[in-house]
Nanobody, 126 residues
Framework: QVQLVESGGGLVQAGGSLRLSCAASGRTFSGYTMAWFRQAPGKDREFVAAIRWSAGITSHANSVKGRFTISTDNAKSTVYLQMNSLKPEDTAVYYC???????????????????WGQGTQVTVSS
């Protein structure tokens, strides 16, 4: 059974940094694409970043490009989202997601991911 557990959220001032973690368990994730999504109150869920676990190929949304970086630690079976230069509009619940693909595919639609974590709140004050 796949489990994704996020941590690392919190309250930070604008311009600050946070690193989110997603601990993945239940199987080997070498064939998986891992992603971060976020959802702010009253808004749709939004793609943030994705990574092909085995190859390390990444994709970032334009809104976070140059500020956020997705990465993995195979030894710890953990996916990270390093968030720098945070803005108030980054405030949201951040979710980790996983989807199995036999080819290199980094989808930006939430419906293309099978497993989800419970989310972690990130609040950026101005």
């Amino acid at each position: 059974q796949v489990q994704l557990v996020e941590s690392g959220g919190g309250l930070v001032q604008a311009g600050g940094s946070l690193r989110l973690s997603c601990a993945a368990s239940g199987r080997t994730f070498s064939g998986y694409t891992m992603a971060w999504f976020r959802q702010a109150p009253g808004k749709d869920r939004e793609f943030v970043a994705a990574i092909r676990w085995s190859a390390g190929i990444t994709s970032h949304a334009n809104s976070v490009k140059g500020r956020f970086t997705i990465s993995t630690d195979n030894a710890k079976s953990t996916v990270y989202l390093q968030m720098n230069s945070l803005k108030p509009e980054d405030t949201a619940v951040y979710y980790c997601a996983a989807g199995y693909y036999t080819f290199t595919y980094l989808p930006q639609l939430g419906s293309e991911y099978t497993y989800w974590g419970q989310g972690t709140q990130v609040t950026v004050s101005s």
